[in-house]
């Protein structure tokens, strides 16, 4: 039984699918709330080994270094996405992929059992290669197995099990739960609890039915897989668009990483899928996700008050994805990113400004309650518009702006500047705090001015497109009022750059192809199928 192509066993499987992406958001959000339990391990182990004490400098920097071996570890897993899905598929890929899970989980978890705090680094770079797989795979999946009118609403699960991770992460780890000197090895080791269900959820799951008739040319198993996931034997229409896209990628099919930045077509939604990622990334939002206890406190509120108004953060991501989701195909990805970037730069500017009132008048205590509440207004919003577009749709867009050839090599990138970004995010705000103190958030804000006006320009409205289609108007340089045969136009400027790359193949001398002359083979190509 079906609703507009949401079946039964379809949302089945993006649920096995999506518990990567939980995953990814109960280990970014997992290690910060038992800081200071991880802290005092550290210096009883150190004391243990060398009999004496360690200072409390080397402590944080041992912390910093369980903090960001995870980044490391994502930067691996991602990089090596494109490589693993087209070896192994998109299914095969995430399955094998659970093993690095369950070895993660169980390193962290038996670390104080092992009085080894190296042994805690070594299971979060295991859990980081994990979790950069799984931003690779599970979007990837899931963008090949939706249908076109869901692919949107469907690709935004992906954030909501993000957010449900994080959101479980901060409530277990508060310390009425495991957040305790006893309880936090249990926290950690909890993350193969995913790893473990999605081993016994997706192998029932087929693989994706782009993977098998376009990489694989499985035919017969890709129709099996479809009329599985549309519970109808009605897949002809899906089939075709399947093939219109290998017709058209058929010089692209084994396209690498390499020859994915060299390519003149494809340099335009690379570009696009890099800078979305840094949208995401640099936004501030992981500032917000790393220190916001700090950032609470700062401007007020109590310790207490300020966990629990953590702990609200993640409730509000989980609120406002679930909002999106019906929000992505109506409205369309373009235009939520730009109202999530617009809400962000505005409330970081408020946050701002809460931080220097607070400052200017922190000798009246009336000011410095209302402040706080303009302040945790502000930073509640700030996570608000982030669930609304830049929390979801660089994912999203990422695979849909992509053919099935390039889309492995491309999530590769795009994943690796993601988790890098993340990175330099983490590492850097504590130092970029202490530096600039009230203004911390203003590079922020310059940042989301910058995508904003990047996306208004540049990134084109992929709802209720095919992949050929969004292709074909990267080839029309953007024109979006030039799409009305976009199909026939990707198929016909495949065949034209095929028989280019025969020509030089054969040894003939021809000069690349000036804009111009493109642009008038592309005007002659649309005026022959016009006519």
């Known amino acids: 039984m079906s609703c507009d192509g949401l079946t039964l066993f379809l949302s089945y499987a993006i649920l096995a699918a999506v518990l990567g992406m939980l995953q990814f ?121 939706a249908p076109l009118n869901l692919r949107g609403g469907l690709g935004t699960v992906n954030q909501l099990a993000v957010t449900v991770g994080l959101l479980v992460s901060q409530v277990l780890g508060i310390e009425q739960i495991l957040g305790t000197n006893e309880g936090w090895p249990v926290l950690l080791g ?107 406190t700062s401007s007020g509120l109590t310790d207490e008050s300020a966990k629990f108004a953590t702990i609200g953060i993640g409730a509000i991501m989980v609120c406002m994805t679930l ?27 408020f946050i701002t400004i809460s931080f220097l009132i607070k400052e200017f008048f922190g000798y009246v205590q009336e000011m410095i309650d209302w402040m706080s509440y303009i302040s945790v207004v502000s930073t509640l919003c700030f996570v608000v518009f982030f669930a609304v577009g830049p929390g979801s749709i660089p994912w999203m867009i990422t695979a849909e702006l992509f053919s099935q050839g390039p889309r492995p090599a491309a999530m590769s990138i795009a994943v690796l500047v993601n988790w890098m970004a993340n990175f330099l995010v983490g590492i850097g705000f504590p130092s970029m705090k202490s530096s600039l103190e009230n203004y911390t958030f203003l590079p922020f804000s310059a940042f989301l001015a910058i995508f904003w006006i990047f996306t208004y320009k540049k990134v084109p409205e992929t709802k209720n497109k095919t992949f050929e289609e969004i292709l074909a108007l990267f080839r029309h340089g953007n024109d979006r009022s030039s799409l009305r045969d976009s199909r026939l136009y990707g198929c016909v400027c495949s065949w034209i750059r095929a028989l280019f790359r025969r020509s ?21 190509t649309t005026g022959n199928s016009s006519s």
């Open 25 to 145: 958001g109960y280990n970014t959000g997992v290690i910060n709330a038992p800081e200071v339990n991880i802290e005092n391990f550290m210096k009883d182990v150190y004391k243990d080994r060398y009999g004496e004490d360690i200072s409390d400098d080397s402590v944080k920097t041992l912390y910093s270094v369980a903090v960001s071996i995870f980044a490391i570890g994502g930067m691996v897993g991602g990089f090596s996405g494109g490589t693993i899905a087209n070896r192994f598929g998109r299914k095969g890929g995430l399955l094998l992929n659970n093993v690095l899970g369950i070895v993660g989980a169980c390193l962290m978890g038996f670390t104080k059992l092992a009085e080894s705090y190296e042994m805690l680094f070594f299971g979060r770079f295991i859990i980081g290669v994990n979790c950069g797989l799984n931003t690779s795979l599970v979007p990837m999946y899931i963008s090949e197995i």
């Open 190 to 296: 909890l993350a193969i609890c995913p790893a473990i269900l999605q081993l016994l959820l997706l192998p029932v799951c087929p693989e994706s039915p782009r993977y098998l008739l376009i990489t694989k040319q499985w035919e017969e198993e890709a129709r099996k897989a479809l009329r599985r996931l549309r519970a109808s034997n009605q897949v002809e229409e899906d089939i075709e668009e399947m093939r219109a896209e290998e017709r058209a990628q058929q010089a692209e099919s084994t396209i690498s990483m390499t020859e994915l930045i060299c390519s003149p077509t494809l340099r335009a939604p690379l570009v696009i899928g890099v800078v979305m990622q840094l949208s995401q990334q640099l936004s501030g939002i992981n500032a917000v996700f790393y220190y916001s206890t700090n950032l609470f």
């Open 323 to 349: 909002v999106s989701i019906p929000l992505m195909d109506r409205t369309g990805r373009r235009t939520l990113h730009l109202y999530g970037l617009g809400g962000m730069f505005i409330f970081s500017i």
């Open 504 to 524: 030089r193949s054969a040894g003939e001398t021809t000069a690349p192809a000036s804009p111009a002359t493109l642009s008038e083979q592309r005007c002659l």
